[in-house]
Nanobody, 124 residues
Framework: QVQLVESGGGLVQAGGSLRLSCAASGRTFSSYATGWFRQPPGKEREFVTAITWSGDSTYYAASVKGRFTISRDNAKNTVYLQMNSLQPEDTAVYYC?????????????????WGQGTQVTVSS
């Protein structure tokens, strides 16, 4: 069983930064890709970014590329999402999830364990 807990969300002004953390329990977490997804109010959940288990490959949605950075520390079983130049359209509940063992994926169906989410609100 794997449990994922997100933290670091909050309220920030446009142009500001936040760093989200995804802490995992379970020894196998570091053997899998990890992704971040978000669900804006009234909209469907969407892919944000993913990182392979080794951290050697990352994948970003076009809307966040150049502003967000995903990283991981397998010794701490933690994945991070550094978010810079935040805009009101980034307002959403952000979720981390465990992905495939090989490569990474933007498809939610390829992720099996999900955290409870953390709210990010960006004011204009």
């Amino acid at each position: 069983q794997v449990q994922l807990v997100e933290s670091g969300g909050g309220l920030v002004q446009a142009g500001g930064s936040l760093r989200l953390s995804c802490a995992a329990s379970g020894r196998t977490f570091s053997s899998y890709a990890t992704g971040w997804f978000r669900q804006p109010p009234g909209k469907e959940r969407e892919f944000v970014t993913a990182i392979t288990w080794s951290g050697d490959s990352t994948y970003y949605a076009a809307s966040v590329k150049g502003r967000f950075t995903i990283s991981r520390d397998n010794a701490k079983n933690t994945v991070y999402l550094q978010m810079n130049s935040l805009q009101p359209e980034d307002t959403a509940v952000y979720y981390c999830a465990r992905g495939p063992r090989v490569g990474n994926s933007p498809r939610a169906r390829d992720y099996d364990y999900w955290g409870q989410g953390t709210q990010v609100t960006v004011s204009s």
